[in-house]
């Protein structure tokens, strides 16, 4: 039996695992629908228009506005506590809010060569190490008072700017993955505002602290797009980052994952962030 689908509205069901030899799919709308794993040998999906609704474009862009802004946030909140610490009168804050960012570049310059998952791997070890080692053998006086002050708000900070990075990373990767145009600068925008908030609310001392701040957090977010940007162009480092955002827009676009499509006909097909994963893709 072949089946006959031309120029209907099929956004959205479900053909998982179905047996669609020869079907034709010709000018039909087939945005969200799913064909994980079905059989589409001989189909025609000739001026078909697949990948996400309207409603997912609309939930996405949301998702990757929310994540830009949550990532300015952190990177503003985050760079104040570091601001804070180097304004602090104490040399025992100053010292940790310079390992701070003695550890933060460290992060990105590892991460430029090695990638995401080897390089979290080694800073976080090290700094739960070292925080721990702080808090057992610092002195019960004021100097030890200061050094926890120092190391907790430094480790916070830290913390903050890591995840910063990654949510920046990741909007981008999904807003190119979406072909939203200027991606970048749309992403980073939100990101700024972010900044400010962040940067305004974390303060606690004086006007310089704000410039401080700010600086840090930039760089922190400039960072992120660059790996998100370099996650999308294929550079396997970076894959952890990618196969997230993927995973994301994938689960509301047009799905072929393990779909045997040999002999398929594509022609002047729309194929805009349509999961092809795993799929047989012969002729």
Do not use: C, Q
């Amino acid at each position: 039996m072949i089946y006959k689908f031309h120029h209907t509205k099929l956004r959205g069901a479900d053909f998982r695992d179905k047996n669609l030899t020869g079907a034709n799919f010709s000018g039909t709308d087939i945005r969200g629908a799913d064909f994980s794993n079905a059989t589409l040998v001989d189909a025609n999906f000739s001026n078909a228009k697949a990948g996400l609704p309207i409603y997912k474009i609309i939930t996405f862009t949301i998702l990757l506005l929310f994540l830009s802004l949550i990532a300015g946030l952190l990177a503003g909140y985050a760079g104040a506590f570091i601001g804070d610490l180097f304004s602090d009168s104490s040399g025992e804050a100053k010292l940790f809010a310079i390992l701070a960012l003695i550890t933060l570049f460290a992060f990105f310059i590892t991460a430029f060569f090695y990638g995401l998952s080897v390089t979290l791997t080694i800073i976080i070890t090290l700094v739960s190490a070292s925080l721990v080692i702080a808090l057992a053998l610092f002195p019960e006086n004021e100097i030890g008072d200061n050094l926890v002050i120092g190391a907790v708000f430094s480790t916070i900070a830290l913390a903050g700017m890591l995840t910063s990075g990654g949510n920046m990373a990741v909007a981008v990767a999904m807003a190119r993955i979406m072909n939203l145009p200027a991606s970048r600068l749309f992403a980073a925008f939100t990101a700024f505002i972010g900044i400010m908030f962040g940067v305004i609310l974390g303060v606690r001392t004086e006007f310089s602290t704000y410039i401080t701040a700010g600086l840090i957090a930039v760089v922190t977010i400039a960072f992120g797009i660059y790996i998100g940007w370099l996650a999308i162009s294929g550079n396997k480092k970076y894959s952890l980052i990618k196969n997230l955002a993927v995973g994301i827009v994938a689960s509301g676009s047009t799905k072929f994952r393990g779909a045997n499509l040999t002999n398929a006909d594509f022609t002047e097909a729309i194929l805009k962030s349509v999961d092809f994963r795993e799929a047989n893709l012969s002729r």
